[in-house]
């Protein structure tokens, strides 16, 4: 078990940090991440199981292993409970480093995709 609590598909599951400096440590003390974010952006991991991310922070292993099924970013932030900002940075980090991909939706002349929102709709429905 890590730091921050306890496994999550081999890796280790972070929790409420008991002050912000974890969170602070984590992004290097950056609020922002690095590219456009949406909440609703899908993540997957583009590591493989074999892959040895040990000498990675442990919010980088986590999202890793969590993301091999595809994931939003909301929901990789609830799953892990890591607040959504630092998991917005992380995941920009890891996305410029080649571990994960990101897929932006596509908003049409700002009009949401119906079949986006009855995924939503579908995930809040399944939590």
Known sequence: M????????????????SSPVRPYTVTGGRTAPRMRLALEALVSSATSTHLDLSGRPPEYRAISALCRQVRSVAEVSAMLRIPLGVVRVVIADMVAEGLVHVHQPQLDAGKPDLNLLER???G????
């Open 2 to 17: 890590g730091q921050w609590g306890q496994p999550y598909g081999g890796a280790p599951l972070p929790q409420e940090p």
């Open 120 to 122: 939503v709709l579908s």
């Open 124 to 127: 809040l429905r399944r939590l």
